[in-house]
């Protein structure tokens, strides 16, 4: 395997585990919370606010797992009438245009957590124009109820001037933002290469799942 691919392999098992991390998570916070609800008549006090922020933080990264899987839904009715040279710039030009709408969102989620984490925010409504010279750091910034684990102890020193915590600061959970629109702009650009080779024709999901079903209902009706 090549170097190339080696880095993609590991960037692969990174957003699979994630995803199944946070999946788990959610899961047994919720079922936690609902056992000391009703039996013990008690609360996680966390337990909402942590599994909203998973909640985004599953959404934001299935997006590029979606763009990776080809799961995303979409309309083809043009796309399918069109001929195979035709598809492909099609193909192109759709990915061009999500390449450039993740590069936006890439840029607005950087300018949205960057203060959390006391750096500097881009210049620029639309495009980059460099980075902010005058910025007011937000990393004393706190969410409402989720602790801070033992492990991120040293987020105190880094973000807030030696001043402990009292909850976890929102430069934790908020940096799904700037991660998940990078990896959205990497798969993108995956599937660009994919449909330049002649790999792929679309971004949107394949129809095979369709044709299988319409093949056992014709078996189905056969038998009967």
């Known amino acids: 395997m090549t170097q190339s691919g080696n880095i993609n392999s590991r960037i692969d098992r990174i957003e699979e585990t994630l995803i199944a991390l946070i999946l788990g998570t959610m899961t047994l916070m919720t079922f936690a919370n609902v056992i000391a609800r009703y039996i013990f008549n008690s609360n996680i006090f966390y337990a909402l606010e942590l599994t909203v922020f998973l909640f985004a933080w599953l959404v934001l990264l299935g997006a590029s797992y979606a763009v990776k899987k080809t799961l995303h839904l979409g309309v083809d009715a043009i796309f399918k009438l069109a001929q195979p040279s035709l598809k492909r710039m099609l193909g192109l030009f759709v990915v061009a245009v999500c390449i450039a709408y993740s590069l936006l969102l890439l840029k607005g989620s950087w300018d949205y957590w960057a203060p959390f984490a006391n ?62 629109m990078a990896l959205l702009t990497y798969r993108f650009a995956q599937a660009a290469v994919r449909i330049w080779r002649g790999e792929q024709e679309s971004l949107i999901v394949s129809h095979e799942a369709e044709d299988d079903v319409a093949e056992a209902a014709a078996r189905l009706k056969e038998q009967n």
């Open 119 to 180: 750096l500097p925010p881009t210049e620029g409504r639309w495009f980059p124009l460099g980075f902010v010279e005058k910025f007011r750091g937000q990393g004393w910034y706190e969410t409402q109820d989720l602790p801070v684990p033992f492990f991120l102890s040293w987020l105190a020193d880094v973000f807030n001037d030696g001043e402990a915590y009292e909850k976890l600061p929102k430069v934790v959970p908020y940096v799904v933002l700037p991660f998940s």
